[in-house]
C-alpha cells in the first residue's frame, strides 16, 4: 500500500475570509489525512478558521461533513491533522478560511492518501 501526497493549498498569506483554488482529489479513495501546515493568526483576539468544501463542476461550494480544523490563534505556529473520506470527495476540493478582523496567518494544506491506482 503506496500513500501519495497532494498539495491541496500552496503556502500562501491568508488575510480575508475566501475560497482558495479548487483541485482534483479523485485519485485518492478510501480514508486520507489532510494537513494543515500554519503561522501565528495575529494579536490576540485574531483568528483563521479553516475548512474544505467541495463541488461537482460549477454548482456551489459545500462544506464537507466534519472536515473542519481547530481556529488558528495568535499562538505560535503548528500544524493539525484530520481524517476524510476522499470516496465521498466531489470533482473539485478546496480549502476555505474565515479570518476575522485583523487576523492573517500563513498556511499550506496537503492530503496525504493512497490513489486508486498505481
Known sequence: MKL???PLAA???ISATAGLTGVALDEFHGHAKVILMHGPSGGAGQTVAAKLQH???TDAWEDIEDAVFATITSAA???QMIEVDADGFKDEVRVH???SAGAS???AVAVVGQ???G
Open 4 to 6: 501519495s501526497i497532494k
Open 11 to 13: 503556502l500562501a498569506a
Open 55 to 57: 463541488r461537482n463542476g
Open 77 to 79: 505556529g503548528g500544524s
Open 97 to 99: 478560511c474565515t479570518v
Open 105 to 107: 496567518a500563513t498556511l
Open 115 to 117: 490513489k486508486q491506482y
